[in-house]
């Protein structure tokens, strides 16, 4: 393992390491402003406080900061009592404007007092965050910067990715971003794009059990049936096969997903590649893959090579180009 990934992302050895970035407790108090305390991660999860309201902006968001505060807070030396930071973030090309990069550079350049709380509700060690430097660039762009720079960002892995025009399929939780980038700029009139993500068609299945069972069937406990690859579900004494309703609900979305990505080419047949990343991107690739061969349509996948490969994981990619982009713009 190399020394960045070390410092960059959980050590799959650690176990501890990893249940405690799963189960944190915070309260945070911007300068000047008033505390407020939230859990990240798992506990957030099981207090339902990770259900965002569909639709919001992620500039509207104003909650989008704070995992990162606590996990700046959490990689601070312990001798020390505050860290500045710089910090390179993005917006979907469709809310990438003037107003929404200002909201968004106003939310993060600032201090930021960061308590971890105990098991027990106790506040333990206090971190002050100073955010001095914000970049914020359209999501998509540091998808083709890291599948161009090498792991360590200090080479040209793909020098062919700095020009010309490359499309990347973004499948997050509620929204399908498909942003353009021609010769290294975002192309906001070849991008295209749909409201619904993975989690919506996650959603549809528990919502279509629900009813059809009369029992609370959450998100959360179809996705994790579906990651366990675990397809029964007993509900309320009878079991219930998952897998016909999931594999509809999925293809019907790898359906649309490959729809919007055949009439980007009619139109933009220049473009060269497209790259299928975010969370969804691994649950539908199965269903891609299918679909592409009868529509005589190849979509690149990213591999990882192993379970340890995070430079390859699809759900990544955003956040390594962040990576890169700081180490070019930054130093690191
Ligand atoms: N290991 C996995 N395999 C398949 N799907 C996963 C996996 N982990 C998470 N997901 C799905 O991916 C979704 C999150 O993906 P991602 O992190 O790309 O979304 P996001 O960037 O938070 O959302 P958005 O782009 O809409 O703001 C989750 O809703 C989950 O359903
Ligand atoms: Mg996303």
Redesign the pocket.
């Known amino acids: 393992m190399t020394e960045r990934r070390k410092n960059l992302s959980i050590d799959g050895d650690d176990e501890q390491k990893k249940r405690q970035y799963n189960n944190l407790d915070v309260v945070v108090r911007p300068l000047g402003g008033a505390e407020e305390r939230f859990y990240i991660g798992d506990m957030a999860i099981e207090a339902g406080e990770d259900e965002t309201v569909v639709g919001t902006e992620k500039a509207d968001n104003p909650y989008i900061h704070i995992p990162l505060l606590a996990m700046l807070a959490l990689h601070t030396p312990r001798r020390e009592k505050e860290a500045h930071f710089s910090v390179v973030c993005g917006l979907p090309i469709k809310q990438f404007n003037e107003t929404a990069r200002a909201k968004m550079k106003d939310r993060l350049l600032s201090e930021f007092d960061v308590t971890f709380m105990d098991a027990q509700s106790q506040p333990g060690r206090k971190v002050r965050i100073i955010i001095d430097d914000v970049v914020v660039v359209p999501?998509g762009v540091p998808v083709i910067f890291n599948r161009m720079l090498n792991e360590t960002a200090d080479d040209i892995a793909r020098p062919e990715l700095r020009q010309g025009s490359w499309g990347v399929i973004?499948i997050?939780?509620f929204?399908t971003?498909c942003p353009v980038i021609v010769n290294g700029k975002p192309d906001s009139m070849a991008s295209d794009g749909i409201d619904e993500g993975i989690a919506t068609y996650i959603d549809r299945i528990a919502s279509s059990l629900s009813n059809s069972t009369r029992a609370t069937i959450t998100r959360n406990q179809i996705l994790h049936k579906i990651l366990n690859n675990d397809l029964e579900l007993v509900i309320r004494g009878k079991i219930y096969p998952l897998q016909k309703e999931i594999e509809d609900q999925l293809f019907s979305f790898a359906r649309k997903i490959i729809d919007v990505i055949d009439r980007m080419w009619s139109k933009n047949y220049e473009i060269r590649e497209f790259f299928v990343v975010?969370g969804g991107g691994k649950m539908l690739k199965p269903f891609l893959a299918r679909i592409m061969a009868d529509r005589d349509i190849a979509l690149t996948f990213i591999e990882m090579k192993n379970s340890r490969d995070d430079q390859n994981d699809p759900q990544l990619q955003?956040a390594y180009g962040y990576w890169k982009m700081a180490k070019q713009r930054f130093g690191a």
């Open positions: 999501e973004d997050g939780a929204t971003d975010g955003n």
